[in-house]
């Protein structure tokens, strides 16, 4: 099961992101505001659907590409001080932020880090009985597992001793067993651990009409904008990892407006970068890129022209990237959703 301080972290991203907000500007300019059920969940005959048509966001973790060249110089990242950035967290960094990190330089360079040797030592801290774990409790949980075979994935399997992929497949199984809608960020390292087992020949075969059920239970029309994206983006992310057919059409129109109506009003909106990020993802899953191609290339300059990461010139401040590893967690974060976001899409450029 996830542990507390894992789903606290992660929920609460944006409500940290705002009360640092004043510390954070002079290390990554934001965006201008103006601009229990017990139906049976395993069949033998089905599997999470491929669609090979499709590539998405979630198609690369694992074995992410790089970002085309003329995009990657567009970005301002100070790639000297990027490198160093995790040293001086060595002691506290998750197995979240070190898969950042990871994908980030393979995203800009195409390369691991210089520093793999000693990242991974780290990665190795975090494994108990072959199972991933966080720094805050010795019972492996989905999270940790998910970012743990994502570490592993992106480096070409180097470190394969120290997970049991059988064991892993267990806990995964359990997990299914007892699924709950309203778990819905659980639910989404879950699936997304499901699809990135099968790039090591691991399936796992669904009920994928049950499952898609079981999600779109989530009720996330009455929470803030804020929320309501997040919620959004993971039960679209969820509902496209178990069937890469569902569509808009299958969106219950009060959200569906609700999303469209906070795209009309973006520019009055003081959303985080890593917010603007996932609105973009959400329309790439919703098949709505023509749709809002205008509006998607003013959105990207922006994301592109208007941060910066790992500069000098505010190493020395007390909440830096350099001396903080919260500020130094939410940095790599913020720049690894542009990336992504970037990634998925190229011909936008």
């Known amino acids: 099961m996830e542990k507390k301080h894992s789903e606290v972290s992660n929920q609460n991203e944006d409500n940290i992101i705002k009360k640092l907000k004043k510390a954070i500007k002079d290390n990554t300019e934001l965006l201008n505001p103006k601009m229990q059920d017990t139906d049976n969940v395993f069949v033998s005959e ?23 060249i003329n995009v990657g110089n567009l970005l301002n990242i100070d790639k000297s001080n990027l490198l ?20 980030i330089f393979k995203m800009i360079t195409g390369d691991l880090p210089a520093n793999i040797s000693l990242i991974l030592s780290i990665v190795e801290n975090h494994s108990n009985k072959s199972l991933f774990i966080s720094r805050y409790n010795q019972n492996p949980d989905i999270i940790n597992n998910f970012y743990g075979l994502a570490i592993i994935s992106e480096t070409i399997k180097m470190n394969m001793n120290i997970i049991d992929l059988t064991r892993l497949k267990e806990l995964l199984l359990d997990e299914l067993k007892v699924i709950n809608h309203n778990k819905i960020l659980s639910n989404y390292y879950l699936f997304n651990c499901i699809n990135l087992l099968k790039k090591f020949n691991f399936n796992i075969e669904m009920n994928n009409d049950i499952l898609l059920r079981k999600i779109n239970e989530t009720q996330i029309n009455d929470t803030e904008k804020e929320e309501f994206i997040s919620n959004l983006f993971i039960i679209l992310s969820i509902s496209k990892l178990i069937d890469k057919n569902y569509s808009a059409k299958n969106i219950d129109n009060k959200s569906l407006k609700k999303f469209e109506d906070i795209i009309k009003n973006l520019y009055k909106n003081d959303f985080s970068l890593t917010q603007y990020s996932k609105i973009l993802l959400i329309i790439d899953l919703l098949g709505f890129q023509q749709k809002y191609s205008k509006e998607i290339k003013i959105w990207l300059n922006k994301l592109i022209n208007h941060t910066k990461f790992f500069m000098s010139e ?4 007390e909440f830096s990237w350099k001396n903080d590893i919260t500020a130094f967690s939410i940095e790599v974060k913020m720049l690894y959703w542009i990336l992504i976001t970037c990634l998925q899409y190229q011909s936008f450029f």
């Open 84 to 103: 160093v950035s995790i040293i001086n967290h060595m002691d506290d960094v998750s197995l979240e932020t070190i898969y950042f990190y990871i994908s």
């Open 314 to 317: 505010i190493e020395n401040e």
């Open 46 to 68: 089905s599997n999470i659907r491929d669609n090979q048509e499709i590539n998405l966001f979630f198609d690369n973790i694992g074995n992410i590409p790089i970002l085309d």
